[in-house]
């Protein structure tokens, strides 16, 4: 049987989803936001039709992103060290590509990240306040 993590929010069971799963050697984690538990982290500012205004806070969403991250591997035994691809999905690649080098790499406490990444552009992600998402697979 495999086994599961999540991190007890209203949404996993209102969508129907775990935010880890391994099967085998391998973790696949759903992609991770940057809730901190109770609160949306560094939440873009929005105009009055709901339209995001500027994306400067996606590096400290990036940031919490990697930490929630961090924290679907503990169950695991693993860690950032064990991901070996991950997928960016951001609402701005230009910011995307200012931040993501600094961040990722203080993620993984190296200049040169071992794992495979990809960043995509995207229109829209789950919360309108919300710049980035970040999904990776681990071996252990």
Known sequence: MAKTANFGVPWEEAYGYVQAIQHGDTIYVSG?????????????PLDENGKITDFRNMA???????ENAKKM?????ATLDNVVEEVIYVLDVPT??????????EAY??????????ILGVTGLAL?????????IART
Do not use: C, H, W
């Not at 400290?60 to 990697?66: C, D, F």
């Not at 591997?73 to 035994?77: A, D, S, Y």
């Not at 406490?109 to 990809?118: K, L």
């Open 96 to 105: 995307a590509m200012q931040v993501a080098g600094p961040v990722r790499k």
């Open 32 to 44: 991770q936001l940057a809730n901190d538990g109770a609160d949306f982290v560094a939440p873009a």
């Open 128 to 136: 309108p306040v919300q710049l980035i998402e970040i999904k990776m």
């Open 109 to 118: 406490g190296r200049q040169d990240p071992q794992v495979a990444s990809t």
């Open 60 to 66: 400290e969403q990036m940031r919490q992103t990697y």
């Open 73 to 77: 591997l503990e169950p695991f035994g």
